[in-house]
C-alpha cells in the first residue's frame, strides 16, 4: 500500500503498519474478487474499519487524542462530561440503575461521569462499557484505573448487548462511525455505489454503480434526490436503534454526534455526501487510502435514527444541538463556578467555546434522546428542542 499523489501530505505510516494495510487491502481484493467483483460500499467500510485484527477500530494503532488521528469531546476537556454527568444524574434519579456506554474511546467520558456522578451523589449501581476494538478496551481500562480507581468496582465490560436494560444508553460519536451505503442517481437511476478492484490505480480500489434494489432503493426513492447527486444512506445506524431498542426495558438512549436532519443532509447543494477519512489529524475524502489505518466517517442523518426509534417504540425525549443541551445542562454555571487560576481558567473557557460555538462543535453536534417508560422531561431539552424539524 503506497500513499496516493494527491494525499502525499499525509504522514508516512510506519512499515508494520503499512504491511497491516496492505493485508487488509488483500483480504478486501479476495472478497471482492470472490463476490461478483463488486462489493457494497458499506461492506467495504465495515471491513475498513472493523476486519477483525486489521480494521481501523479492531487494529492495534493508536487512533484517539492529540498522538491519534481526531480528538472528540470528552478528549478535548473533562468539561464535557461533568454536564453531560448532569443530564444522567437526573435520569438515574428517576429510579434507573446503570449507565451502558457503547464506543467508550479512551474511557475518558467513562472516567468523567463516574467522578461527576460521585460528586452529584449519583454514582450508578454499575457503569457498564460494550466495545468493539480490543485496542480501546485496554485503553479504557487503563484510562479508568488511574483516574477513578476506587470507582473502578462498578465498570464491566460487556461481550455483548444485554438481553433487557435498564437505565441509559449513552454514545458519543459512534453512530458516525457505521458502515453506510452510497447511491448515486445517474439517467433517472437510482445506483448503489459499490467497490471494484482498480489494481492499476494507486489505490487499489475504485467505485462502480449498478442498481440499487430492495431497502435501500426505497429509502433513495424516498429521499427524491436530484440527477447526478452522490450521497450515503446510512441503514447500519437505524439498524443499530432497532436492536437498542429490543435490548431496552426502561430507560433512555442518549446519542451524540455530528450530523444533521434529513432535509440538510439531503440538501440539494451537498451534491458529494459527507463521507471524510481522519489521519493523523488531517481530514480528507479518500475513502480507500491508508485502508485499516484510518478513520472513515459519515454524518448522521438524525431524522432515520428517530424515525428507527419510533418503528421500534421508543419515544421521542429531545433532540438539540450540542450548544443548547450543554447550555440547558448548566455549562455556564460550571464556568461561572471555577477557580480563576489564569491559565487554567483560560484554557476551560477555550474548551467551553470549542464545545458551544456555532462555528466548531456547537451547531454540528447534536444530541437526540430516545426512550422507553419515562414520563418526565429532560433537563438537556428544555430549551430549544428541534425534535419537530426531524
Ligand atoms: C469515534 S470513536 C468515539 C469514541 C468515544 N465515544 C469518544 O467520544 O471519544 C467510535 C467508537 O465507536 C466504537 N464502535 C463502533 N461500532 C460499535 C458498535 N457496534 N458497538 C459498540 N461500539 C462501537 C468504536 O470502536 C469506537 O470506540
Redesign the pocket.
Known sequence: VTTPPHLQHLPLPPVEAREASTALARLIAAEIESGDGWMSFARYMELAL?APGLGY?SGGSR??GSSGD?V????LTPLFGRVVARQIAEILALGLPSILE?????G??AAQLLAELAALGRLPERYCM????AE?RERQQATLAREVPEHLGRVHWLDTLPAQWQGVIL????L???PVHRVRLEGGEVLEVGVVNEPQSSCHFGLAGRPARGELLRRAQALELPPGYDTEIPLAGPA?INTLAGALARGVMLLIDYGFPQHEFYHPQRRQGTLMCHYRHHAHADPFALVGLQ?I?AHVDFSAIARAGAESGLDMLGYASQAQFLINCGITDLIAAAPREPRAYTELVAHAQKLLSPAEMGELFKVIALGKGIAEPLLGFAQGDKSHTL
Open positions: 472493523y477500530y487512533k484517539l481526531f472528540t469531546a470528552p478528549e457503547l464506543g467508550g474511546g479512551t475518558a467520558l460494550l466495545e468493539v476494538s480501546l454514545a458519543n460519536e459512534v458516525d462511525a457505521m443499530f478513520d466517517t
